[in-house]
């Protein structure tokens, strides 16, 4: 930097070049001392993220114990809102007579829209943060869960507690990252809970029904190939049905002129630990990629088969 500096100097005594001398200032305040890596609150922040990144779970088989959140995860900044992405394989899909600039305002008018919702006085009263939905607004595939819980709730983000580091295992087994999907729920907002008590409460029907306009428009303005319904009170909410899990997880149904493909909530699979209750998810899993004309290998079609 040195000798960079002392050229520039020497070049301007010559006739014909005219050199601006803010020019050199502006170098010479680039050999200004940085601050260590890890020191101050941006250094803080890459660490965290190091720390966060270095754990990579198996596909599904993760223990109880190990998909708790660790400390340095749950302080991480809120990720930024979802935006469209300007990729030629995100462009191939279009919704018929919409500009791709109009398809995004529509979005971003419907996320706008649903952060100011004031539809449920006590949910608003009770929430920290409105939970839109997060991922590809281009998706092929979309996830559908109730509610969000207390992770979400506080981090604006849906399925990011336990359940949702499952759901992301089960997502990336299938062959697609978790950006590639959308995620949302049927309730934009945490249900409310009495004072004192802790856990979490499903959602009235009055209250999904409240909600599920805004889930309508995400899934008009995704247009996703397949939906999956994550336990038997997201179904509920999206079409109604009250029958018991048994006899809905595993069939196809429909959501208007889209398949939708009914299995358990990750939380389920959190309580009940058996093979044979995994491997009943990813039967389902696997018809979602035989829909969507995904290759599917041997190693995951034989997937908790082994020990059964």
């Given at each position: 930097?040195d000798?960079?500096?002392?050229h ?7 006739r014909r070049?005219?050199?601006d001398?803010?020019i050199?200032?502006?170098i ?19 660490n965290?993220?190091g720390?966060a990144?270095d754990f990579?779970p ?12 660790s400390?340095a995860?749950?302080?991480r900044p809120?990720p930024p809102?979802?935006q469209?992405t ?11 007579g919409r500009?791709?600039?109009e398809?995004q ?5 419907l996320?706008?829209t ?5 539809k449920c006085p ?7 943060s ?5 991922g590809?607004?281009?998706?092929e595939?979309?996830?559908?869960g ?9 981090r604006?983000e849906?399925f990011v ?5 499952l759901l ?5 087994t299938?062959g697609?990252e ?6 949302a729920?049927?309730l ?5 809970i009495?004072?004192?008590?802790a ?6 029907p ?8 805004y889930l309508?428009?995400q899934i ?8 999956v319904?994550?336990g038997g ?7 109604g ?5 048994k ?5 196809w149904?429909s ?6 493909m009914?299995?358990?909530?990750p939380s ?5 630990q ?9 039967e ?9 004309n995904?290759p599917?290998?041997e ?7 082994a020990?059964?």
């Amino acid at each position: 930097m040195d000798l960079l500096i002392d050229h520039l100097k020497n070049l301007s005594g010559r006739r014909r070049l005219r050199l601006d001398h803010s020019i050199l200032e502006q170098i010479e305040r680039l050999q200004a001392p940085k601050p260590p890596a890890g020191a101050g609150p941006a250094g803080r922040n890459r660490n965290l993220e190091g720390a966060a990144s270095d754990f990579v779970p198996d596909p599904l088989t993760t223990s109880d114990r190990q998909g708790r959140h660790s400390p340095a995860i749950a302080e991480r900044p809120r990720p930024p809102a979802p935006q469209l992405t300007s990729e030629p394989a995100m462009q191939e899909r279009r919704i018929p007579g919409r500009s791709q600039r109009e398809r995004q305002t529509k979005f971003e008018e419907l996320r706008a829209t649903v952060l100011e919702c004031t539809k449920c006085p006590h949910l608003v009263a009770f929430r920290h943060s409105v939970v839109f939905g997060v991922g590809n607004p281009e998706a092929e595939l979309m996830f559908i869960g109730e509610a969000p819980g207390a992770d979400e709730d506080l981090r604006g983000e849906p399925f990011v507690g336990r359940a949702g580091e499952l759901l992301t295992r089960i997502i990336e087994t299938m062959g697609f990252e978790r950006k590639e999907v959308y995620i949302a729920n049927v309730l934009k907002c945490r249900p409310d809970i009495p004072a004192g008590q802790a856990g979490n409460r499903p959602p009235t029907p009055e209250e999904m029904q409240t909600c599920l306009p805004y889930l309508r428009s995400q899934i008009e303005l995704i247009q996703p190939k397949v939906l999956v319904a994550l336990g038997g009170i997201a179904v509920r909410g999206l079409l109604g049905k009250t029958e018991p899990m048994k006899s809905l997880r595993g069939r196809w149904l429909s959501f208007g002129s889209i398949p939708l493909m009914v299995t358990f909530h990750p939380s389920y699979l959190l309580r009940n630990q058996a093979l044979s209750e995994k491997r009943k998810v990813w039967e389902d899993m696997l018809q979602v990629l035989e829909r969507l004309n995904r290759p599917i290998s041997e190693r995951q079609r034989n997937y908790f088969l082994a020990n059964r």
